[in-house]
């Protein structure tokens, strides 16, 4: 799996594991000390994330979108920081 780490300027630490096959991510893990309310929404995003191809702003869209129909609460952190910390494992290799 490959693995990164983005520190928000003046903010909360975002850290992703990310298994891609065939150019699309087949497994994510996002973890991190913001805060998300419901929890689980953390859950619907990964799996919500399986099949995207390497695009960030894409990622960004999905992400976004799922904290939209969520009605989640994301606190010391923003979706771009999710897809751009994303982008770093997947060019970790």
């Not at 990164?4 to 903010?11: C, E, Q, T, V």
Request: glycine share 6%; aromatic share 6%.
């Amino acid at each position: 799996m490959q693995e990164a780490s983005y520190k928000i300027p003046g903010g909360k630490l975002v850290k992703v594991k990310l298994s891609v096959t065939s150019e699309k991510i087949d497994r994510v893990r996002v973890m991190g000390d913001f805060f998300l309310h419901p929890e689980e929404t953390i859950q619907v995003i990964e799996e919500s994330l399986i099949g995207c191809k390497e695009d960030e702003n894409s990622i960004r869209i999905v992400i976004e979108q799922v904290l939209k129909n969520s009605e989640a609460t994301l606190i010391g952190a923003a979706a771009s920081d999710f897809s751009k910390t994303i982008m770093m494992a997947w060019k970790s290799t």
